[in-house]
């Protein structure tokens, strides 16, 4: 299973909470105390070590705030 990390450009995210509904792994979450300066609550990630970098978030999310990188083996 390829490792994924996933970044964020906090600053374009409008909280629309579709990265969050459609991550197969479910480690997308909205943090309800941190906002951006556009007054969203922003994403976070509970889990990296479970991203296996498939990019449904990223292919979701109107924005492009995610990036997604797959760290392949071998
Ligand atoms: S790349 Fe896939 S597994 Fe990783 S956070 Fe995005 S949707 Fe979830
Ligand atoms: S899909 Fe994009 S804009 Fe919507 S909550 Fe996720 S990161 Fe923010």
Redesign the pocket.
């Known amino acids: 299973m390829p490792k994924?990390k996933?970044t964020f450009d906090y600053h374009e995210c409008k909280g629309c909470l579709l990265?969050v509904e459609?991550?197969?792994?479910e480690?997308?979450y909205q943090d309800k105390k941190e906002l951006n300066d556009a007054g969203y609550n922003i994403i976070k990630?509970t889990d990296m070590d479970?991203?296996?970098?498939?990019?449904?978030?990223?292919m979701m999310c109107p924005d492009s705030v995610?990036t997604?990188e797959v760290e392949k083996h071998g």
């Open positions: 994924g996933v990265c459609f991550c197969p792994k480690i997308l990630v479970q991203c296996t970098g498939c990019g449904i978030c990223a995610i997604v």
